[in-house]
């Protein structure tokens, strides 16, 4: 707190100076009370490491076919043991596309993979979706759901990890890598940093395999990429989506690829 001297002066000047300065001290002091009470920026947690493995995976790619799977037959295929997706000028995506698992709804589950792709587009997993099967819909393969992003890039926000709200009107990019968010009356609300630019470029392989684990149980979500946690998400109760199927995503626009192998899932536990 700012203090005045009251007793008299033989420098009135001084007590004027102080007089006018009154008003812009009001105005520091009150913009400091607002930002106290809108929150410090989010406080910076030490690297946290992904779980071992549930004993209860399983194998959902044969590493020879696409089994299990539907999507469009000109832009999926099996290579080298993995699974290859691909448009190009001449084969190209009437708007998002999926390959779609057969396997069942994902509910509270843990899944992994490793994906690579180019950097021309963007793909992604879709999960807890719900396969638009209408007439109106531009391709047999759409999904609307949570989406976990999948870049060949490094620089925030537009890298590997993030929530997207796939057909979700409104919500768009959900949750960002780095974040551990939460919903409150309609809003997200950042706790805390998880990790930085320079942090997830060291960690992220440009070019190369990169490992996914997403767990998700109830409303809250959690992504790891090669086995550091990079996002926790909890939903709102309104918004919050509980069941739906697993997919894989082709971007529509400019030709692009992308690829998976070792995918794995299993139940786990409601909170």
């Not at 707190?1 to 001084?14: A, E, G, L």
């Not at 020879?64 to 190009?88: A, F, Q, Y």
């Not at 057969?102 to 180019?118: I, P, V, Y």
């Amino acid at each position: 707190m700012f203090k005045f001297q009251t007793s008299t002066s033989s420098h009135p000047s001084i007590l004027l100076l102080a007089w006018l300065a009154l008003p812009a001290v009001g105005l520091f002091c009150t913009s400091l009370a607002r930002a106290q009470e809108e929150g410090s920026a989010p406080a910076v947690v030490a690297a946290q490491a992904a779980p071992p493995e549930s004993s209860e995976l399983k194998s959902i790619f044969d590493g020879e076919s696409l089994e299990g799977w539907d999507g469009d037959p000109r832009l999926w295929s099996v290579r080298d043991g993995v699974i290859h997706g691909e448009t190009t000028a001449g084969e190209a995506a009437n708007r998002n596309t999926f390959l779609i698992w057969q396997g069942g709804a994902t509910e509270d589950f843990e899944l992994r993979l490793s994906f690579r792709c180019n950097a021309t587009n963007n793909s992604g997993i879709q999960y807890r979706s719900q396969h638009v099967a209408d007439k109106d819909a531009p391709n047999a393969w759409v999904l609307r759901g949570y989406q976990h992003e999948l870049r060949n890039e490094v620089d925030f926000p537009n890298v590997s990890g993030f929530i997207y709200g796939e057909g979700l009107s409104g919500r768009g990019r959900i949750c960002l890598v780095g974040e551990k968010a939460h919903m409150v009356d309609g809003k997200k609300v950042v706790t805390a940093s998880l990790i930085n630019q320079d942090e997830f470029r060291k960690l992220f392989r440009l070019d190369d395999w990169n490992d996914v684990v997403i767990i998700a149980q109830g409303r809250h979500l959690r992504h790891y990429m090669n086995g550091r946690l990079i996002l926790d998400f909890t939903d709102a109760e309104d918004l919050a989506l509980s069941s739906g199927v697993l997919g894989l995503q082709l971007h529509a626009g400019k030709p692009m690829w992308a690829e998976f192998k070792d995918i794995r899932i299993a139940a786990i536990p409601a909170r």
